[in-house]
């Protein structure tokens, strides 16, 4: 099994597992999609009434970065608006070669790891059970790469799994 495939895997059981552990808490869960740089797939567990932890799954230039962030939710005028604020780590890995569009040619990838902070808007319909957000979520990589990615504007559609 090459390296590539092997780091992927190992994510992918970290996820599963994450899924499992967090699925066991009776609280509001919402999956969907995030578009926009930095877009994947989006998973949020709510902690409490004004707490989330969110899961972020990207695929990016030939590799896959997952971001744990915890969120704080702050209600608005109406109870379907919600800003939130909060920060957590990302990791996983990519090709350095891809990483403003150019081809892989046989590099190997690398690993990433990362602070992230994230700001948003929420809207949570009453009738249905969808929710939508727009958010910037700006970060630092730690390792290989060293940078500072402030272009991650996003817009999410989650479908609400468990609603209280």
């Keep these: 099994m090459n390296k590539s495939r092997e780091v992927h895997s190992k994510l992918l059981a970290i996820i599963f597992f994450l899924a499992i552990a967090l699925s066991g808490?009776?609280?509001?869960?919402?999956l969907g999609l995030r578009l926009g740089w930095g877009g994947g797939l989006s998973y949020v567990q709510s902690i409490t009434e004004s707490q989330d932890f969110e899961l972020i799954l990207t695929p990016r230039w030939g590799g896959i970065i997952l971001t744990g962030l915890?969120?704080?939710?702050?209600?608005?005028?109406s109870g379907s608006w919600n800003w939130y604020y909060g920060g957590g780590l990302h990791g996983g890995y990519h090709h350095r070669n891809n990483f403003i569009g150019e081809g892989f040619n046989?590099?190997?990838?690398?690993?990433n790891l990362g602070f992230d902070l994230i700001v948003g808007i929420k809207y949570r319909f009453d009738?249905?059970?969808?929710?939508?957000?727009?958010?910037?979520?700006p970060s630092i990589e730690l390792l290989a790469n060293r940078n500072l990615l402030l272009e991650e504007f996003a817009i999410s559609f989650r479908y609400l799994i468990f609603q209280d």
């Design 25 to 30: 808490i009776a609280q509001e869960r919402s």
């Design 70 to 77: 915890y969120e704080r939710r702050v209600p608005l005028s």
């Design 106 to 111: 046989g590099d190997p990838p690398y690993i």
């Design 127 to 137: 009738s249905l059970p969808i929710e939508f957000s727009v958010d910037y979520k």
